[in-house]
């Protein structure tokens, strides 16, 4: 996956490419060893993400800054730091693997800790604020949405009654006991892996500053700028696909076959359809991506370009003239 996303960073301008999830730095780092024409940016909204990309890049010097930051941000960061325009934007959405890995967070069904889920520890919502004070109805609610969890309902009810709930620990136990065992015997997967991602998604909010966020990056592009998505579950994926396509088609709602005779103008053009599928090599396994099994999800994406023929008026915010 490192391999492809470098590959379709290759003909992008000279100039700043955002790293808008950059984690333990594994994409910038290729990113700038690969392409000595750009500089990168990376922004996280974890400080311990910061610490370690903030290590991991200083050997690439001016070329690479790291901003403590949410990626809705991404406007304000870029004019900071001195710039119009982006040549790129990643985003590889969703919990890292440092994360998960690290017991005391609470991301993870596997090891016992606080019921905590922050990617920014400053904010006040955790997992324990989420399990022990929202009402059983929203409880359910966030389970099934974010979670695609069938037996949410009951899950959430099995939570109500079981609090407080004070540790992963416990909330898997309660998890696993309200799943019927024939059904936990079938299902692939830990029990407790809906549950889980459901409560990480809400925890940080996570789906509602992707659009945004996006938005932003692309009428930021400078032509033959390129903007790519890696994302990993159902949610993720219809948000990135939706504005994609409104991009692509400059939101025309002409009758499918017929020509436009709306006046819509795209804004940008895919790259490709579908990208690949994630593969276990790169560590997109069940144990770091656990939705990535799941028939619509994988970063399925398409990767977009800014194009030539990509004309100003179609989103909202005044566009540049085409280059
Ligand atoms: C899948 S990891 C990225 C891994 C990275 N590409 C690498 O190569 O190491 C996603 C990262 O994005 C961060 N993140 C998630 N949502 C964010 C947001 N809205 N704003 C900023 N960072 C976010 C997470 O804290 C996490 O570190």
């Not at 979670?147 to 609090?163: K, S, Y």
């Not at 136990?173 to 029990?191: D, K, L, M, N, Q």
């Not at 997109?284 to 028939?295: G, I, K, L, N, Q």
Request: contains cysteine; charged residues 25%; aromatic residues 4%.
């Amino acid at each position: 996956m490192v391999d492809e996303v470098v590959e379709l960073f290759g003909p992008v301008p000279r100039g700043l490419v955002v790293d808008a999830t950059v984690g333990g730095a594994g994409h910038a780092q290729a990113l700038l060893e690969a392409h000595p024409h750009i500089q990168l940016v990376g922004l996280d909204r974890d400080e311990a993400a910061v610490a370690a990309a903030t290590t991991a890049l200083s050997r690439f010097g001016d070329r690479a800054t790291v901003r403590r930051a949410r990626f809705d941000d991404i406007t304000t960061i870029v004019r900071e730091l001195g710039h119009e325009r982006l040549a790129g934007a990643l985003f590889d959405l969703g919990v890292s693997s440092h994360q998960l890995d690290d017991p005391d967070r609470g991301f993870s069904y596997r090891a016992d800790a606080p019921l905590d889920m922050r990617m920014d520890r400053s904010q006040p919502t955790t997992a324990a604020t989420v399990v022990n004070e929202h009402p059983e109805t929203e409880v359910a609610r966030i389970l099934a949405r974010y979670g695609d969890e069938r037996f949410a309902r009951r899950i959430a009810h099995a939570i109500v009654a079981a609090r407080p709930l004070r540790t992963t620990g416990e909330l898997v136990e309660v998890i696993t006991s309200t799943i019927p065992a024939a059904v936990r015997r079938r299902t692939r997967g830990h029990p407790a892996r809906r549950t889980f991602q459901a409560l990480r998604i809400a925890v940080n909010n996570e789906l509602d500053v992707i659009e945004p966020a996006l938005r932003q990056s692309v009428d930021l592009l400078e032509p033959r700028g390129r903007c790519v998505v890696l994302a990993y579950h159902s949610g993720e994926d219809r948000i990135v696909k939706d504005l994609f396509r409104e991009l692509e088609t400059g939101g025309c709602e002409c009758p499918p076959g017929l020509p436009c005779a709306c006046g819509a103008v795209p804004v940008a053009r895919p790259l490709r359809r579908r990208a690949g599928r994630p593969s276990p090599r790169t560590g997109m396994t069940s144990a770091t991506r656990s939705s990535s099994r799941r028939p619509a999800s994988g970063p399925t994406a398409p990767p977009w370009s800014s194009s030539s023929s990509c004309a100003p008026g179609a989103m909202s915010p005044p566009r540049r003239s085409p280059g």
